[in-house]
């Protein structure tokens, strides 16, 4: 739903004040980035990255306190790469700091996953720029590897190894 589907101000869902989507929310809206507010514990967002955009799909569980970001790539996996991708996605793995690479197995693309535990505290600013930050960071430096295992004929190895290559200077 958007604001345009309210009659008036008054109309607009009220979130509780301590909601960490709120927070989200108001990242991504100075990003100027398109978003939707699903419910009061969920956002969509669209993720301008290098390769292409990405989707962003934010929920607060609040029973538990966790707090959930997923970025969507946007890149399918066909069937006959599926392990190779999987492979890949291990080697990645190692190399990120915070978050995870994993394949949603109900589309079949790459998903970067960061869970943050909020239980019986607010999220905090910092926090929410880390998280962000490694997202972008981690999808740009990893998606040409799963691209050129999954279209480009490269193993994984040597996929990563061409990803994890530190440029100097700008062309």
């Not at 958007?2 to 108001?26: F, G, I, K, Q």
């Amino acid at each position: 739903m958007s604001e345009s589907d309210y009659s008036t101000v008054d109309d607009l869902p009220e979130y509780p004040a301590n909601n960490p989507v709120s927070m989200v929310e108001e990242f991504v809206i100075n990003q100027d980035w398109n978003s939707e507010r699903s419910n009061e514990y969920e956002l969509w967002a669209e993720v301008p990255s290098q390769w292409g955009n990405q989707r962003l799909w934010v929920v607060y569980h609040e029973e538990t306190g966790f707090l959930q970001f997923n970025c969507y790539l946007n890149l399918k996996i066909p069937a006959r790469q599926f392990l190779s991708a999987v492979h890949t996605i291990t080697l990645m793995n190692e190399r990120v700091w915070l978050g995870h690479f994993e394949i949603w197995s109900e589309e079949q693309v790459p998903v970067f996953r960061v869970v943050l535990p909020l239980r019986k505290t607010e999220l905090q600013e910092s926090q929410l720029d880390d998280v962000m930050s490694a997202m972008q960071d981690e999808t740009d430096r990893f998606f040409p590897a799963i691209q050129w295992v999954v279209w480009g004929g490269k193993t994984p190895e040597e996929a990563i190894a061409a990803a994890i290559v530190e440029t100097e200077g700008e062309a």
